[in-house]
């Protein structure tokens, strides 16, 4: 991927190398309010390392669905000041910038175009272990995550490294995915998908039918991803040889069946949080094909 010449975001808040990480100012996980429960932690961290897989593949997606169940202001701490954006200098942070600037390039244009609302930029916090955020304490194991409440997306790019030597994933375009990832949870929010989810939710019937929903979330993230793709691609052709498939790669790599089977258990639909192999590959490539918003419309599928 040939991310140099990108535009780069001036929204990147750089908390790296702080003192405690920051967790010091929000106390401790969220447990039952909004977080995942501490039981399901320990449940991925065990599959993970089993796997020999960073739980933060397993957790990031389910730590933010469970953020949003835990509706808004019930799991708010107290958060530090709001810092000014800092841009990284180092090879990593300066790439995470250059790869979220061009998602603020390309959705300040396509949202308003195609789905009449403008967009707003997150932030993207960059932190070493553990830091605070409005949505509870950001850690690590929890893998990249957006917090809808303060609209800032939270990342440990210890998180490329354990994909690359633990997970046999990586490259830049792959980790571009996995950032865009992320901006497709804020792009959902800006949509009002995500309140609407939530409400879902606490009406649903059942796990299978939460699960569900969650596995929607998941699938149009993996999809709107793949619309930053097509369209930046478009205007900066950063594209190169391989770089779809890596990222496919990882795609499949983290589909709940695949999982599953990796455990030596039965695969279980309804206990999917965020989709099979072949439907992440699916929705990323019908983003990246398409570039429409439109088409990435999970629930009406």
Sequence with gaps: MKWEDLQTSQNVEDRRGEEGGGGMFGGGPSIGGGGVGLGTMVVLGVIGWAL???????????????????????????????????????QMGLFVSKV????????????????????????????DGVTNSRCGTAQSAMGPFYCPIDQKIYLDTSFFRDMKQRFGGGGDFAYAYVISHEMGHHIENLLGILPKVQRAQARASSRAEANGLSVRVELMADCLAGVWAHNGNA????LEEGDIEKAVASAQAIG?????????????????????????????????????VDDCNTFNR
Excluded: C, Y
Excluded at 261 to 280: E, I, L, N, W, Y
């Design 52 to 90: 020999g897989i960073n739980p933060a593949l397993l957790i990031g997606g389910a730590e933010m669905l469970g953020k949003m169940r835990g509706g808004g202001g019930q799991v708010v701490q107290q958060e530090r000041p709001q810092r000014e954006a800092s841009q990284p200098t180092d």
């Design 100 to 127: 979220l600037g061009s998602n603020e390039e390309v959705w300040s244009q396509v949202l308003p175009q195609q789905a009449g609302i403008q967009f707003k930029a997150p932030r993207l916090v960059l932190f």
């Design 235 to 238: 205007r900066n052709r950063f």
């Design 256 to 292: 709940d069946d695949r999982l599953q089977r990796a455990q030596g258990g039965r695969v279980v639909p309804d206990s999917f949080t965020h989709g099979s192999s072949a439907q992440r590959t699916e929705w990323l490539l019908r983003g990246l094909k398409n570039g429409r």
